[in-house]
């Protein structure tokens, strides 16, 4: 009798370990499905887009007016907006971000990196919507102080609130690949006469090269990406401009003004946001990839 | 020959200025940015800015629903969060064999990670709000977050379990336990303050989230505290937002001093997760 019930109970558990097991797998899978579910809803909507609208018009058509008669769908003045505010912010967060992970990396002392690595952790917490607020509040009147003819909604604002955004991820993750060069590689260019400067710039940068340039990368796509920021600070005036004073319209500032107003589903327009997420999804997953690969080969080095 | 040391010497020092100077950049921003939010809104701060729900009047303007709105999405999505991500970081690090689809898996959480969140309201608009039908509701809301915040909960959830030692495991397995008695009465107890940790942080981040809700259409003019998952809700980050695209100036400064609120609850949450690292740490020595 007792046996009976103790292979009973023995089997229940081999019965609850499989389910268990096969339970902790479907939340795995799920992460699949998520992607699926985004780039089936992405294509089904865009290819109802494109039976309207000539794929050829909108990748190189140089007018976005889909509220306004004549409608047109031309998304360059989109990519215009967004590159221009990724430019700003790279050239704000790149430089910075590597000379803060420099300094983090080889020149302080670990009292001071204690204190600074939850100041940018704090900097990489704060929402979205307040550095927008900070940009149209405090950054905007500076730059109308210093260019009067600058727009109220301008590009160089969010340019440098997205910059200030993605500069904690740059400085982490590149203090991250520098303190992976392995200590003997530093010792070597002493022992051969380098000063700290030469240390860092010929052999600790060059090594951590591949991980240097992957954050580059997804910070790049993190402002590609970004939306509250430069809805609030650049404005919704879609154009083809090189000028950073001027208001502009990225693609994520556009897919929030159209769900802000209350278009109907299945019209063109609402179509639309999601060529526009598509056109968005695929840059960011290219970037995305690409810098995956870079870290890759970089791992493959020093482990 | 002593001079080019010399000036090899005077280059490194001004190098090593400048590199302090950029990281000193990022702690007078972050004090800008606080002091700027600080001296525009601390005076609109009151128990009716707490107490009241949003009006067109700025004096009776408050953020009520919006705070109530927060707290029911930071329950829905730790509830609905947690056990899926905590479970798929169980998979990858306890049970996975090296096989394809664990890589592909891996890959595909890393690259979900980095879709930008607008991307995020757009699937939620389309699957929760249009297909389940479930509408512009606080359900919607909160499953439209947990997707987004998922790949950060098994990230760091997986980079906690695996700080867990081999030996505690074969300690485990050699007194007869089966995997999942070993998982649940050793890996996740000696891995839960570092699944916290990231959890806690990874909801910070949905709470400050606007896009994905605009996306859904949590924009409205709300004045009630929802009461169950299918009500309408507004959230702090969206009234803020909501207040800052108001042309009259007062509303600007009533949106300084939403954002103090929600920086507070971000700050709390953050020191939450901080503390229990730095307490659990301390025991923690493999």
Redesign the interface.
Known sequence: MGTTAKSFSHKY?WI??II??K??????????L??F??IL??LT?TIGFFQEVSLIKFLIGTRWSPLLVPKSFGILPLINGTLIITVGAAVVAL??GL??A???S???SPNVRKI?K??????A??????????A???ITPIIQDLFPNANIFNAASASIVVG?MI??MV?SLCEDAMRGVPQSLREGAYALGS????V??KVVVPASLSGVLASFI?AI??A?????AVT?AAGMTPKITLNPLESVQTM?AY??QV??GDTP?GTIEYQS??AV?MT??TM??L???G??MLRQKYREVYQ | MKKNITS??Y??DL??I???I??I???I??A??LW??WN?GHSWINLGFITNFPSRFPERAGIKSAIWGTIWLMILVTLISF???I??A???Q???RKTRLTN??E??????A??????????G???FV?TLQLDRSILSGALTMS?LI??II?ISSQEAIRAIPTSIREASYALGA???QTIRNHVLPYALPGILTGNI?AI??AI????PL??I?A?TFIAFTPISLNDPFTAM?IQ??NW??RPQEEF?FI??AG?IV??VF??TM?AAA?LIRNKYQKYQKW
């Open positions: 558990n609850k370990e268990i097991e339970l902790f797998l479907l939340c795995a899978l799920l992460s699949i998520t992607t579910g985004i809803i992405l909507e430089p910075l000379a803060s420099i300094y983090l080889e020149y302080s600074i939850p100041i940018l952790e704090i900097l917490g704060i929402p979205t919507v307040v550095y927008g607020y900070f149209l509040m405090f200030i500069l904690p400085a000063t700290p400067l030469e860092c710039t997804l796509s993190r590609i990406g970004e939306t509250m609030i994520t897919i929030v769900s802000l589903h946001i999601f997420g968005l999804f960011t997953l970037m995305n990839i810098s995956q | 090899r010497h280059k490194g190098f090593k400048l590199c302090g950029s990281t950049i990022a702690l921003v972050l800008l940015l700027d939010v525009d056990p899926l991500g479970g798929a169980i998979h990858l306890e049970y996975a592909i898996i890959i595909n959480i890393s690259n979900l980095g879709v930008p969140s607008i991307v995020y309201g757009i699937l608009l389309a699957l249009r997707l998922l790949p098994i089966t995997k999942w942080l910070s981040r400050g989230e606007t896009a605009i996306m259409g924009l980050p803020i937002f800052i695209s600007h949106a300084a954002i929600l920086l971000l700050l953050n901080i």
